[in-house]
C-alpha cells in the first residue's frame, strides 16, 4: 500500500528557519515524482514544486522559485519541503503528493499525505 | 498560466439526486485533468484522471467527461459523503500546473 506520512505541525516565528518532511513507503520511491501543495486558511491549492528523487530533479513553480527548497533523501525514501526565513503569509497547511504513474513527470497527483500545518506568528 | 475556471461555486442538493460540475480551462489541456474531492480537515482525494478514468477505489456513480476546455464531474446519486469540496486541476505542462478555485457541494 502506497503511504505518505507527513511530519507533525510547526509554530515558528517570523525569519526562523523550518523543515518539514513527507516518508514515502509501500512503491518504489525513486521511480516517482513528488510534490508539494499549498493550502493557505480558508483558500484552494497551489502547486510549489516537485522532484524526482531518482536524480533529484527538482522543479518550481515560478511564483515560488528561491522562496523555498525542495529536496529528497532516498536512503529515508523522505521528501523536504524547507524554509530558510519564514513570513506570516508562509502560514499554511501543506501536503506532499505522489503522481500516478512512474517516470513523466505530467500524472495525476494520485497519492497524497495527511498534511504538515505551518503556523508562522510573532 | 493556464486559469481553470470551475460552476458553480456552491450547489445545493438533496441525498440521491444527480449533481454536475463544471471546470472550463483558458485553454487546452488535452485530456491532462483530474477531479479532487477534499473534506474538512482531510487531504485532496483523486476521483478521476485523465478527465474520465476513476481512481482506485472510486465507485461507478462518479463519472468523468470532456477534453481540450471543457470538462465535467457527475454523481449520479448523491451519498453523505459526497457532501464535499471537489477541485478540477489539469496537469498539462509542468510548471503550469493549476487548481481550480473549487465547487462545493452541500445538504439541501
Known amino acids: 500500500e502506497v503511504q505518505l506520512v507527513q511530519s507533525g505541525a510547526e509554530v515558528k516565528k517570523p525569519g526562523e528557519s523550518l523543515k518539514i518532511s513527507c516518508k514515502g513507503s509501500?512503491?518504489?520511491?525513486?521511480?516517482?515524482?513528488i510534490g508539494w501543495v499549498r493550502q493557505m486558511p480558508g483558500k484552494g491549492l497551489e502547486w510549489m514544486g516537485i522532484?524526482?528523487?531518482?536524480?533529484?530533479?527538482?522543479r518550481y513553480t515560478p511564483s515560488l522559485q528561491g522562496q523555498v527548497t525542495i529536496s529528497a533523501d532516498m536512503s529515508m525514501t523522505t521528501v523536504y519541503l524547507q524554509w530558510s526565513s519564514l513570513r506570516a503569509s508562509d502560514t499554511a497547511m501543506y501536503y506532499c503528493a505522489r503522481v500516478y504513474g512512474s517516470g513523466p513527470i505530467n500524472q495525476a497527483p494520485a497519492y497524497w499525505g495527511q498534511g504538515t500545518l505551518v503556523t508562522v506568528s510573532s | 498560466e493556464i486559469v481553470m475556471t470551475q460552476s458553480p461555486a456552491t450547489l445545493s442538493v438533496s441525498p440521491g439526486e444527480r449533481v454536475t460540475l463544471s471546470c472550463r480551462a483558458s485553454?487546452?489541456?488535452?485530456?491532462?485533468l483530474a477531479w479532487f474531492r477534499q473534506k474538512p480537515g482531510q487531504a485532496p482525494r483523486l476521483l478521476i484522471y485523465?478527465?474520465?478514468t476513476r481512481a482506485t477505489g472510486i465507485p461507478a456513480r462518479v463519472s468523468g467527461s470532456g477534453s481540450g476546455t471543457e470538462f465535467t464531474l457527475t454523481i449520479s446519486s448523491l451519498q453523505s459523503e459526497d457532501f464535499a469540496l471537489y477541485y478540477c486541476q489539469h496537469y498539462n505542462n509542468w510548471p503550469l500546473w493549476t487548481f481550480g478555485q473549487g465547487t462545493t457541494v452541500e445538504i439541501k
Open positions: 485523465g478527465a474520465s
Open positions: 522532484i524526482y528523487p531518482g536524480d533529484s530533479d527538482t
Open positions: 485553454q487546452s489541456v488535452g485530456s491532462n
Open positions: 509501500g512503491y518504489s520511491f525513486t521511480d516517482y515524482w
